[in-house]
């Protein structure tokens, strides 16, 4: 079995108990969340062999995300808590589609503090595949983490794969287009919306982007689609196909009660499948299958389904 590892942040999402603009809700429910968190935590309920390296305050916030990640059996040196910092918040709103809107409280905040160096070469060949996320990259010195570890994991033949997870609101002294494409170019696989590749400037349909994201060096690119379900291509340098491939498929039909986490359900479904030698069609059709069980309830962590469950989802 491959070995993963998944690095970025975890945080606290704020779920409000209505839909509505967020000025108008009365209360919310604490969540545990973060995109690399949601992530980790999909990979841990699919049975697969993985470590989360992650960083929260040492306050009490952090300790919940702490107590959280043990419950899903990430533990260890790995999971830090900075006695220096907080834990990031977000406030999230949800429209009427159960779409929604993020407000962040990340100014400083512990996630943006991981060090370069964390995990050393030694620790680092024991994985077979890195998941890192653009929001990651969004400060010091959490950027030079995120672009050391995967710049050595590339260097060391292990799968990287990495998430351009576009929130306009979170950019301030980098550039969303320029950390974007940092990611695309340490990358072998690329899940991304077609918001997120016109954000860092791409254009087309979704076979356009996924070769334009391509010519950038990731050799599979995962783009998902909405309730339209999702597209992979992969050039013939990807070890999952013999050539050139290109696979759609159309989703799941469902009565969505919140898409928080859909994207971190669906990344973390193809991570498992890919890693343990299902094909690119399989691979697509069970992360789509991950992600549509994931947004027939609340939360996005809350709601990630196991391995069974989404077996089940599939036979219905």
């Not at 899903?72 to 809107?101: C, I, K, N």
Request: glycine share 8%; hydrophobic share 40%; proline share 4%.
């Amino acid at each position: 079995m491959t070995r993963i590892l998944v690095a970025g942040e975890s945080l606290i999402d704020f779920i409000p108990d209505a839909s509505g603009p967020l000025a108008s809700v009365d209360s919310f429910d604490k969540r545990a969340g973060g995109a690399p968190a949601n992530v980790a935590v999909g990979l841990a309920r699919l049975d697969t062999d993985l470590d989360f390296w992650t960083r929260v305050g040492d306050d009490a916030f952090g300790d919940f995300l702490v107590e959280t990640l043990a419950d899903e059996g990430l533990t260890g040196d790995l999971v830090e808590q900075d006695p220096d910092a907080q834990t990031t918040l977000a406030f999230v709103s949800l429209g009427e589609d159960a779409d929604r809107e993020f407000s962040f409280y990340h100014d400083g905040t512990a996630d943006t503090r991981m060090k370069p160096g964390t995990i050393d070469d030694d620790a680092l060949a024991a994985y077979g595949w890195v998941h890192v996320d653009v929001l990651s990259l969004d400060t010091e010195p959490s950027r030079a983490a995120i672009i050391d570890l995967a710049e050595r994991a590339q260097g060391a033949d292990t799968v990287v794969s990495f998430d351009p997870n576009s929130r306009p609101e979170r950019w301030g002294e980098f550039s969303y287009l320029e950390a974007a494409k940092q990611g695309f170019r340490l990358a072998d696989v690329v899940k991304a919306t077609p918001e997120d590749l016109r954000e860092a400037g791409f254009e087309g349909d979704a076979p356009e982007l996924a070769r334009e994201l391509c010519a950038f060096g990731p050799h599979t690119a995962l783009i998902t689609l909405g309730d339209e379900g999702s597209y992979a291509y992969a050039t013939a340098d990807a070890p999952w196909v013999d050539e050139e491939t290109e696979v759609t498929h159309d989703g799941y039909t469902v009565d969505p009660v919140d898409t928080t986490g859909a994207g971190d359900a669906f990344t973390a479904g193809m991570i498992a499948a890919l890693s343990s030698g299902e094909s690119l069609a399989e691979s697509l059709a069970f992360g789509n299958a991950v992600a549509a069980t994931t947004t027939t309830a609340a939360g996005a962590m809350t709601a990630l389904p196991t391995r069974e469950e989404v077996e089940a989802f599939r036979t219905e």
